[in-house]
């Protein structure tokens, strides 16, 4: 199980990369422009993606100018927000997109796709795709998933995210 795991991983990592190589540069160039500017990058996990928030804030290497969001933060235009959700439309999710969207505030979004009416896909200046949505591996019963690793996928595209961001941040330094 574990070897098939790893397999499953290794190509939900490439597949991400390869099919959103552009975006990923994108969304880290939308984020930088906080941290070259005046702005903070603001991150609004939800649930187990609060694992980008602990990396970002806590881990070996902090992201420059990244913050936990809370309700209590006035944003201003220079800032950018990262939102973090297991699925497109998280209704929490997409009424704090609508809410960044009318006042006016670029933010990036990382989620798996999923097919809804309100979506983080619709509303986001950058939408990133996790690619998860159900469970990679099958259970044991017939027709059953196991193995949901969204966290993992969004963590893989904070680091991608954050590889580029601070190419920029030194490029800019320079």
Request: proline share 3%; net charge negative; aromatic share 10%.
């Amino acid at each position: 199980m574990i070897k098939m795991f790893t397999t499953q991983l290794t190509g939900l990592f490439k597949r991400i990369y390869d099919k959103q190589e552009f975006e990923i540069e994108d969304g880290a160039r939308l984020l930088a422009q906080a941290a070259i500017g005046q702005g903070s990058i603001y991150i609004k996990a939800y649930r187990e993606m609060e694992a980008v928030t602990a990396e970002a804030l806590f881990g070996a290497e902090p992201l420059p100018s990244a913050k936990r969001y809370d309700s209590s933060i006035e944003l201003t235009e220079a800032d950018r927000v990262l939102i973090v959700t297991r699925y497109s439309t998280d209704e929490e999710a997409v009424a704090f997109a609508k809410k960044l969207s009318a006042d006016g505030v670029p933010f990036v979004a990382v989620s798996g796709m999923v097919e809804g009416e309100e979506s983080l896909m619709d509303l986001a200046d950058i939408h990133l795709d996790t690619k998860v949505i159900k469970g990679m591996l099958p259970g044991d019963e017939i027709g059953e998933r196991v193995s949901f690793p969204s966290s993992m996928a969004a963590l893989y595209l904070y680091f991608a995210l954050g590889f580029v961001i601070r190419e920029m941040l030194e490029e800019y330094e320079d």
